[in-house]
Structure formats: C-alpha cells, structure tokens
C-alpha cells in the first residue's frame, strides 16, 4: 500500500481571489498561512505597506476577518488596545495580531513594539520582511541585505549598493525579554503554520518574523519566487529557528548548507555583485550561522 503522508494543512481560507499583489508575491501566502492557523477570529491590525493595500477596499475586501487600518508607528500599541478591549468585554477565543511590513516594523513601528513587549502585551506580532519598503518604491530599510539593490542604494558603482547589515530584530527582541518568537519562510508552509499554532497557546507578546519574496523588489521572475525564499533557508542566509523565554533550537535543520551564490544569482537585486562580493556575503553568513548555533548551545547548556 502507498504511504500517503498526512496533509497537515487547513483547507479553510480566509483570503479570498481578487487580491492585488503582484504575480508570484509572498505576503498572501503568508497571510493565508496565517489565517489558516489562527482561523476565524482574528483581528489584523495593519499599517500602511503592501500588506495592507493589496487586499483592496471595502466592500470589494479580499480577507474574511476584520481589519484595523492603524497610523505606521503604533501596529503594536493598537493591537494591544484591541486586545485590552476584548479583555473587558471577556472576549477570550480571539487572536489579535499586528500585521507590518519590516520598515513598519524594524525602523517605525520599533518603539511601539518594544513597549507592547514591555508590557508583555498578550499579541502575536508578525512581521512581513520583503527587506525593503515595496509599496512606495524598494527603498533600503533596517531589513535590506548587504549586497542589495534598492532604489535608494543604486548600483552606480561598486559602491552604490547596501552596505549596512540586517537589523538584528530578533536578538533586540529577545534582550528585551520576548516570551517566543520564530522566523518562518513562506516556502515552508507545514513550518510555518506549526510555529503559529505554537504561538497563539502561549501567553504574552510573540513576534513572527516572515520572510516574504517581492518580485519587483528582488527583480525575480514570479515563477522562482518560492524557490528563491527556498533557498534563502537552504543557504543559511534566513535559518528557522525560534527562541522560547530565551532559549534557542532550530525548527529545520540543514545538514549541508547550499552556497549563497545559488541564491544571490537568482535575482536582479544582486546580479551586480562580483567574486569578492559574494565571498564576502558568504562569510557573513558562515559567522552569522555559527554564532546562532552557538546561541543554541548556550541557552539550552
Ligand atoms: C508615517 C508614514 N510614513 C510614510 C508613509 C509612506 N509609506 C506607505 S507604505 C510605505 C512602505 C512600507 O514598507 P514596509 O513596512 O516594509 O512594507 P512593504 O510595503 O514593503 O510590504 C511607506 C514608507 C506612510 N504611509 N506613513
Ligand atoms: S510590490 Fe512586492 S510586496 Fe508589494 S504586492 Fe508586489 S510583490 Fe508583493
Ligand atoms: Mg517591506
């Protein structure tokens, strides 16, 4: 008999067709995987970004759970006021969720965060990290790569390009005592979908950080999209990983790591960089990746 593995995936959908990302975009995706853990009630509180302008406007609404439309900096202090109103009224089985872009998230929305997770306040924070501001035109956020493309880091010359590392929000987080946060890749959707069901039992302030292709922004061809954020895990570039009241484990492990090049030549964004360049990003990663294991060691010791 044929051993057919069990399809752990909801089938109920909470995004509906008519939606207007771009062809081969990860944010509906991530949303669908979202929604598809959390189910029915929720609430997304969502600032300004793609995230939120790709769903439409009422009543033509591509999402099946309300919506709080919030200012940029405050997706986190919303949430959690929304959260204090469900506590009066006894509203207990609803998840409420902030919902921002990694520039509404790393650069403008870091200090309402940083509160919520003060407070402890009892949401699931997820960021969207397509590692620049898309919806007004790939600027370079906190969360672009070094190495990148972006219009406000043009390539002119070999200088042009980004040079200041990735924000290191999980680490911030966790020194600023997060109770559980997870990176996951809309290419991993069983993953993706276990690490928020983790995180919706467990009480406090949880921060998701997704990553999420954007094709015009990565200039990558849509069809590629899931096998570039593929192997942006399988590189080590985006490892899974998570961390429970300070603890560290990996949630997929990757026995022989691919070489950076295999995802840095698939996209436009980076098509500028030469043998040293991409040695260099290679080494970074290498440090980066070791320092994580070592992370894993030292907080389960
Ligand atoms: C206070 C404020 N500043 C700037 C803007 C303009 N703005 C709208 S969307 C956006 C980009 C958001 O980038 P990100 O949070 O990374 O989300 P993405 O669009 O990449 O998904 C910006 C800068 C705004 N709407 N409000
Ligand atoms: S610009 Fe990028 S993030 Fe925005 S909808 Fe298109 S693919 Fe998605
Ligand atoms: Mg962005």
Redesign the pocket.
Known sequence: MVNIPKFTIPKEEYVCKGHSACPGCG?PLALRYTLKALGKRTVLNIP????GVILGVWPSYALKVPVVDNA??CTAAVADGIRAGFDVLGVEDAYVVGW?????TVD?GLQALSAAVDRNANIIYIM?D?E?????GIQK?GCTPIGAWTTTTPVADEKGWNTSPKKRIMEMLVANGIVYGATVNVAFPEDFIARLREAKDIKGTKFIHVLAPCTPGWRIDPKKSIEVARLATQTGIFPLYKVENGRYSLTKEIKNRKPVREYLMLQGRFRHLKEEAINQIQKIVDEEYARLLKKIKDTNE
């Open positions: 944010t300004a970004g793609c995230g940029f900096e921002a872009g990694d520039g509404g403008i969207l397509n620049a501001y898309m919806n007004t956020s």
